[in-house]
Every structure is written in structure tokens, then in C-alpha cells.
């Protein structure tokens, strides 16, 4: 690393806030995006701190330790991937933003050169260049990586939450809950609730559990074979399995796989499965 270097990132250093100074007198009204130029004063302020940080971090390019971009880097992709996932901004705005910033950033290594012109040479200039370009390279992909886990990361728990509010265990009393499923359940959603079911109901002492499937239009054979071994997996852990509402197209296919549902107390409905609870925790 030269002297000639060392000048162009003090110079750079110093012409942060310049930088970004010119990145927001480039904003134009843009409905619902953070970059718009009528975002409002507090997201304007977040927006000039972060872009700070860019400008910083593509400055830490020029230094011969390496280790310090790539720590500014990863510190960097985290806080503005986490600020665009929270305002919901989309990717390719960002990247957007990001190219406005490649460009200013350079015409003010162009404005260095033009005040030094007689002490930097083509091969700074190319070099200066290569490393820069290249340095804007590695925060879009930063970026996009950091982005794309943190989202994957965030879609992971709300489908978990899915999961658990589609297999809603309700006690109604010290030890009996309800399980009322709706709707289609394909083999995904069968192996979910088979899986959170149990511990669910182990969780909150249930020990006699109604599977209520007046809901549930269609169960295929997989689907069956999955509520089927849950019930033998409750049997197992002491819980009393009793289902309500069983359709005829599913009784008939129960049938036909050999299902066997005979330890299995049935009922028409729930309202006839309760009312039958009811009375035995009144004769008690």
C-alpha cells in the first residue's frame, strides 16, 4: 500500500458525510419505500448512519488489513439486512440504493484524483478501481446472503407458529382437552400435528384427549396412517384417545387401509362426546 493510498482513503474519511450528503439529494417521492425523500426524519436519520457505515466500510478496502473490511463488512450486511427484513423492503431497492452509492463514492475518488493529479498515475487509478468495484461487489453479496438467512430464519418461526395454531389443544377441564382440526390436512400438516400433539398434551397434563374431525373434508391414506399412529402414540403415554365427527368417506377409509379404531371410542359428534364427559366428571 502506498502513500498515494493512504491519501485517497484519509480523503475519503474525510468526505464521509460529504458522500452521503449526495446519495439523499438524489431521492426522489417513492410511495411506501424507505428511500424515498419523504420517508420522514427519523427513518432519514437511520438511512444516513447506515450509509455511513457503507462508506466506511468500502474505505477499509483500501488498507492493507484485510480483516478489518471484512469485519466491517459482516457488521455492516447484519444492520442493514435486519433494518430492510423489520421496514419490509425489498431486495432489489436495495441493491438499487446501493449501485446510487457506488457511483457517488467514485466520483469522489475522481474529485481526489483531479486534486492530485500529478502524484496519481493510470495504475492507481485502475487499481483504485479494481478494489473499490470489487469491494461493492462483496456487500451486495454480503448483503443478499445475510438477507435471505435472516428472512429464511424469520419464515422458519412463523411457519412453526403456523404449526402450533393449527394443532390447538384446548383443556376444558384438569385433564380433558379437545383437538378440533379443520380444514384439508395434507401429509405435511398430518406429520406436524402428529409430532406437536403429544408434547403438547404430555405439557399440559391432558390425560384424556377428543380429536374432533367434523372439520376435515378429505383424509387420504397417508393422512390416516399419521392420525393413526398418533393415537398409538398417545395410548403409549397413558392418554385416552376419543374421536368425534368421523365422516363416512373417512370411516371408509380407515376401512380399506385396516385401520383398526376399535380401542377406540367414536361419537357423532362432539357435542355427544362432552356431554358423556360431562356427566362422568358429574357422577364423580
Not at 41 to 70: G, H, I, P, W, Y
Not at 105 to 116: A, D, G, M, Q
Not at 137 to 146: H, I, K, Q, T
Not at 237 to 261: D, S, V
Amino acid at each position: 500500500m502506498g502513500d498515494i493510498d493512504i491519501e485517497l482513503y484519509g480523503y475519503l474519511i474525510d468526505h464521509l458525510d460529504a458522500i452521503s450528503d449526495e446519495w439523499f439529494g438524489l431521492r426522489i417521492k417513492e410511495e411506501g419505500s424507505i428511500y424515498s425523500v419523504d420517508a420522514g426524519e427519523r427513518m432519514e436519520n437511520t438511512l444516513r448512519e447506515q450509509n455511513r457505515l457503507t462508506n466506511l466500510t468500502v474505505a477499509c478496502s483500501l488498507l492493507e488489513d484485510k480483516k478489518q473490511f471484512e469485519e466491517s463488512k459482516d457488521k455492516w450486511a447484519r444492520i442493514v439486512a435486519e433494518s430492510r427484513i423489520q421496514s419490509n423492503t425489498p431486495i432489489h431497492e436495495v441493491l438499487g440504493a446501493l449501485s446510487k452509492v457506488r457511483d457517488i463514492y467514485w466520483s469522489f475518488v475522481k474529485k481526489f484524483t483531479s486534486i492530485r493529479n500529478e502524484e496519481v498515475t493510470k495504475d492507481d487509478l485502475h487499481r483504485w478501481g479494481k478494489i473499490i468495484h470489487l469491494a461493492f461487489d462483496e456487500l451486495y453479496v454480503e448483503f443478499s446472503e445475510m438477507y435471505f438467512k435472516l428472512m429464511t430464519n424469520r419464515l422458519s418461526a412463523q411457519l412453526d407458529l403456523i404449526d402450533e395454531l393449527s394443532s390447538p389443544v384446548i383443556k376444558i377441564n384438569s385433564e380433558t382437552g379437545v383437538l378440533p382440526l379443520i380444514g384439508d390436512i395434507d401429509t405435511y400438516r398430518a406429520k406436524k400435528i402428529a409430532e406437536i400433539v403429544p408434547k403438547k398434551c404430555v405439557d399440559i397434563g391432558i390425560a384424556r384427549l377428543y380429536i374432533d374431525l367434523s372439520g376435515v373434508t378429505i383424509i387420504d391414506t397417508m393422512v390416516a396412517h399419521q392420525l393413526y399412529d398418533m393415537t398409538r402414540i398417545l395410548d403409549l403415554l397413558g392418554i385416552q384417545t376419543r374421536i368425534t365427527g368421523i365422516r363416512p368417506e373417512i370411516a371408509q377409509t380407515a376401512i380399506q387401509l385396516g385401520l383398526n379404531f376399535s380401542k377406540i371410542d367414536t361419537y357423532s359428534s362432539l357435542q355427544q362426546a362432552l356431554g358423556e364427559e360431562f356427566l362422568i366428571v358429574a357422577e364423580q
